[in-house]
Every structure is written in C-alpha cells, then in structure tokens.
C-alpha cells in the first residue's frame, strides 16, 4: 500500500474525497521497472490500472509478421489502459520502459467498485475514457487525412504549442528512432521528411527546431489548434 496523498497529487484523483483515496491507497502499490522491460505485453489479462509517475512508457503493439510498432509514448501523470481495466479484458498493446519508469499499481476491482458509487470519481474516469478516445480519433483522422509530410508538419506545431515555448521554437522530446516510430515511419523517411519541410520553413539541427512562419505550416498542414492540439494531461503535482 502507499499513503494517501501520495494518490492526492495526481490528475486522475483530484478532488477525491479522503475516504476513498485511503481505500483506494490501501490496496495501490508502487513498482520500479528497468529500462527495456515490460510493465505488461499484449494478450496479458488487465487486472490493473497503470499510473505513471516517472519516466517515459512506449505502448507498442505487433504485426501478423512479428514487426513491432510503437502507438504511443506516455508521461508522467499519464494512467493506463483504463477501458480494459474497467471492462476486465486482455491489454491491446505492450507497455515497455523506454528509460527507468516508476508507476502505481491499482487493481481493477478497486476502480468499478469506485466507480460504483458514482459522484466525481466515475465523472472522472468518464472524462478520462473520453481524452483517450478522442486522442484515438485525432490518430484516425492524421493518418487517413493527411500526407506524410503534413502528419509530421502538425506533430511538430503539436509539439509547439504542448511546449509553450514560442510557437517558432520546439525541442524534439526524443530520439528520431522513436519519434520515427511513433510516427509509424522509418528513421530515413522521417530524415528525408524533415528535408522536405525545409520547403515549409522548419529547419531542424540535432533536436532543435525552428519555424520559420508558423501559419505557413499550418496552412500546409491544415493544423487546428482547438481540433488537432493533444489534451495532454499534467504529471503529479511536486
């Protein structure tokens, strides 16, 4: 078990009431995993939530012929894979650390009995339910609407405007192996992409990247940022 407030400081039991936070806390446990294993693999039986409190996670699924494709890179704060806790059935993906993670554990008979009991905790796991499949949908939509260039193109003004760093200015937050990956392309075609949005204005060296006119770039890409902008949600509160 792990104490209350340690539950208190993260996202998805804001505002929790503290009886059900020591209930919940009674049963959650902490988990260290090294970088390179498995928290779970695909077809495991999902008997818990995941809540990740530091590091990075890749969520990677295989092909009919045994290739690996990362789906996606979650971040501190960020909680998995919460629909097939709550409808107790098997994971879809594979959770690998990319560097040494700590995450929470929380059994899934916990969560529905919660949930059960309605007020804000169930309102809670509805709107989590809904970010995640509405990210789904953004993932839909980029790969069947847009072209490589583009779908590259609003990753990076993604990226702008989650970083809040100046919208010309963006710090790549990993490896072009991964972010290749993530973008479900190999590392010479996301190299020779980012050679093609030399045209658009982006200019990149090593994990920095500049837009030269970032309405340009939206315009190439038809990038909105009330449609396209993740709704990432914030790590645990220090």
Request: charged share 25%.
């Amino acid at each position: 078990m792990i104490a209350a407030n340690v539950l208190e400081q993260i996202p998805l039991f804001y505002d929790m009431g503290r009886e059900d936070l020591e209930r919940v806390a009674l049963h959650t446990h902490e988990l260290v995993c090294e970088k390179g294993n498995y928290l779970f693999r695909e077809g495991d039986k999902a008997d818990y939530l995941y809540i990740l409190m530091s590091g990075l996670v890749q969520m990677t699924a295989k092909g009919p012929g045994g290739q690996q494709t990362v789906i996606e890179i979650l971040y501190p704060g960020d909680s998995f894979v919460l629909a097939a806790v709550i409808t107790n059935k098997r994971f879809l993906m594979s959770a690998e650390a990319v560097q040494r993670v700590k995450v929470l554990k929380i059994p899934g008979e916990q969560l529905i009995e919660l949930i059960r009991h309605g007020g804000d905790f169930g309102l809670r796991m509805l709107a989590t339910l809904s970010t995640q499949y509405r990210s789904m949908v953004r993932q839909v939509k980029n790969q069947r609407l847009r072209t490589t260039a583009q779908r590259v193109a609003a990753f990076l003004l993604d990226l702008a405007h989650d970083q809040e760093r100046g919208e010309n200015h963006i710090v790549l937050p990993h490896s072009k192996k991964m972010l290749a990956a993530l973008l479900g392309m190999s590392q010479e075609g996301l190299s020779r992409t980012f050679s093609a949005l030399r045209e658009q204005g982006v200019l990149i060296d090593n994990k920095q990247v500049q837009i030269a006119s970032v309405a340009k770039l939206r315009r190439f890409c038809g990038f909105s940022a009330v449609l396209d902008a993740s709704e990432r949600t914030n790590g645990p509160k220090s």
